[in-house]
């Protein structure tokens, strides 16, 4: 059984850093392009990022919103998928969802996704 | 504001048919593949449609995905209570380089 959970949400003051995982299961985590989307609370869906797979030069695309503040990395030898997020702002409240994208280019659609961690950037 | 346009809500009735809407421009819709998604209240949300018209294993045929030039549309039928939800249309926008939603639809059944 495919599984995503993520993990490292909670309660950030605005400027700091906190660092999210992605763990998988039920897959060969190295073969697939892994996405992030957050939700802030009462909102639609917001795409954040993704990461290819090495076979695929393990290219990274960030939305405009969080380019050059949030970095997305993984660790195929432990299925992990990371989100690293700089200078957080309080509009980056939201529920991050890690998932797993069916195509190669993020083009066709995410199959699984975790169950979600809440982030909450608040002073 | 959303890159692709969805309708806030639309409604009908048990066993009825809804169509939900998303619009987008020929960097994205227009040449790229439309996914669609289901988020029931409190859940993550669901892949029900890929590849512009394609159901994923499980997935009923009560659901169906079109597209035509920059605008693709979901397709409900035999309407039901448990598909009261959120839907969300997704494409990758080439002029962006980025993953893009429509703002998301709200359905519900009367």
């Known amino acids: 059984e495919v599984q995503l959970v993520e993990s490292g949400g909670g309660l950030v003051q605005p400027g700091r850093s906190l660092r999210l995982s992605c763990t998988v299961s039920?897959?060969?985590?190295?073969?697939?392009?892994m996405s992030w989307v957050r939700q802030a609370p009462g909102k639609g869906l917001e795409w954040v990022g993704l990461?290819?797979?090495?076979?695929?030069?393990?290219?990274?695309q960030y939305a405009a919103s969080v380019k050059g503040r949030f970095t997305i990395s993984r660790d195929d030898s432990k299925s992990i998928a990371y989100l690293q997020m700089n200078t957080l702002k309080t509009e980056d409240t939201a529920v991050y969802y890690c998932?797993?994208?069916?195509?190669?280019?993020?083009?066709?659609?995410?199959?699984?996704w975790g169950q979600g961690t809440l982030v909450t950037v608040s002073s | 504001q959303s890159v692709l346009t969805q309708p806030p809500s639309v409604s009908a009735a048990p066993g009825q048919k809804v169509t939900i809407s998303c619009s987008g421009v020929s960097s994205n819709i227009g040449n790229n593949y439309v996914s669609w998604y289901q988020q029931l209240p409190g859940t993550a949300p669901k892949l029900l449609i890929y590849d512009n018209n394609e159901r994923p294993s499980g997935i009923p045929d009560r659901f169906s995905g079109s597209k035509s030039g920059t605008s693709a549309t979901l397709g409900i039928t035999g309407l039901q209570t448990g598909d009261e939800a959120d839907y969300y249309c997704?494409?990758?926008?080439?002029?962006?380089?980025?993953?893009?939603f429509g703002g998301g639809t709200k359905l519900t059944v009367l």
């Open positions: 998932t797993r994208e069916k195509g190669t280019y993020g083009d066709r659609g995410s199959d699984h």
């Open positions: 997704e494409t990758w926008d080439t002029s962006l380089s980025a993953g893009v």
């Open positions: 039920g897959f060969t985590f190295g073969d697939f392009t």
């Open positions: 990461i290819r797979s090495k076979t695929y030069g393990g290219v990274i």
